[in-house]
């Protein structure tokens, strides 16, 4: 059985850092690029960062880059975001995502992440 399991959300205010983490069972996990998407109420899902397989090479979207940071233990299964100078606007709850070869997605339950003074 195939689990992804985030954690480390919470309420931040505007300038302050999280870190969220996502635990993985039931896939190889050493095999697989991992991404972080969010929703924000009323909007659609967005990428917001994804990393490759062996960690060589990262990909933000626009909105987070020079803010966010993603980044994967393998020997963990475990892969992170660290989220700093948090905006409003990153209020979302945060996905971890995972395709793997025969194009199969496997989705967290989400974390809610809420920036507000």
């Known amino acids: 059985q195939v689990q992804l399991v985030e954690s480390g959300g919470g309420l931040v205010r505007p300038g302050g850092s999280l870190r969220l983490s996502c635990t993985t069972s039931?896939?190889?996990?050493?095999?697989?690029?991992m991404n972080w998407y969010r929703q924000a109420p009323g909007k659609e899902r967005e990428l917001v960062a994804s990393?490759?397989?062996?960690?060589?090479?990262?990909n933000y979207a626009d909105s987070v880059k020079g803010r966010f940071t993603i980044s994967r233990d393998n020997d963990k299964d475990t892969v992170y975001l660290q989220m700093n100078s948090l905006k409003p606007e990153d209020t979302a709850v945060y996905y971890c995502?995972?395709?793997?070869?025969?194009?199969?997605?496997?989705w967290g339950q989400g974390t809610q992440v809420t920036v507000s003074s």
């Open positions: 039931g896939i190889v996990f050493s095999w697989l690029s």
């Open positions: 995502h995972t395709q793997n070869w025969v194009k199969i997605d496997y």
């Open positions: 990393i490759t397989s062996g960690g060589g090479t990262t």
